[in-house]
């Protein structure tokens, strides 16, 4: 079975300073990674997704992941917080190998304060 | 621009009412999924379709079913509504292919059982 954990909650940071935000995996074999965000009232967005190549993956809105595989992580980061960033993040996870459906964590919660 | 829609934003429905929630996408995708949303529990798949008038169900399917009579609609179907069932219900679509798809969400439908 495949799993992601983010293990936050909730993370506070202020505008104009680096965050992250934190998502680990399990599946039997290769991962395929996602990230997700959602703003109030609304349908989750595509930010990014790692499939395979460079552990460093660049999405939108300046935010960008980076997979380890050894730790089973994929953090989300961006240099500099907006305020407008503020919103529900969901790390997903599905196996690579065959068809299987995207398995979503229980999401985390970004704050950022002026 | 593609879009996922669904068909009510908030509904209330009454204790074992027969309720219907309706998603089109316009994308030609051949998947569609339903996730239910809760505070804390992340996203849950229901069921999932991966093709006309096939079916396959999710992690909590009980009370719930599914139709898929055309390829753009997917319809989740609560037999009989009980009070544990107020969520917010979102519908996904994907592509199947070659290249890894990430999935496009409809804005979700916020339902209450009274």
């Known amino acids: 079975a495949q799993s992601v954990a983010q293990p936050e909650d909730q993370v506070n940071v202020a505008e104009g300073n680096p965050l992250t935000v934190k998502c680990t995996y399990s599946?039997?074999?290769?991962?395929?990674l996602f990230w997700y965000v959602q703003y109030p009232n609304r349908g989750l967005q595509f930010l990014l997704k790692?499939?395979?190549?460079?552990?460093l993956v660049k999405g939108s809105y300046g935010f960008e992941a980076e997979f380890n595989k050894s730790q089973t992580s994929f953090h989300l980061k961006k240099p500099s917080a907006l305020v407008s960033d503020s919103a529900l993040y969901f790390c997903a996870v599905r196996d690579a190998a065959g068809y299987s459906t995207l398995t979503f964590g229980k999401g985390t919660m970004l704050l950022v304060s002026p | 621009d593609v879009k996922v829609t669904q068909s009510s934003r908030y509904l209330v429905k009454r204790t074992g009412e027969k309720v219907f929630l309706e998603c089109v996408q316009d994308m030609d995708h051949e998947n569609m999924f339903w996730y239910r949303q809760d505070p804390g529990l992340g996203l849950r798949l229901i069921y999932f379709s991966y093709d006309v008038k096939m079916k396959e169900k999710g992690d909590i399917p009980e009370g719930y079913s599914v139709s898929r009579e055309k390829k753009e609609r997917f319809s989740l179907i609560l037999e009989s509504a009980s009070t544990n069932q107020t969520s917010m219900y979102l519908c996904?679509?994907?592509?199947?292919?070659?290249?890894?798809?990430?999935?496009?969400f409809g804005s979700g439908t916020r339902l209450t059982v009274v």
């Open positions: 599946v039997s074999g290769n991962p395929y």
């Open positions: 996904a679509s994907s592509r199947t292919g070659k290249e890894v798809y990430g999935y496009t």
């Open positions: 790692y499939i395979t190549g460079d552990n």
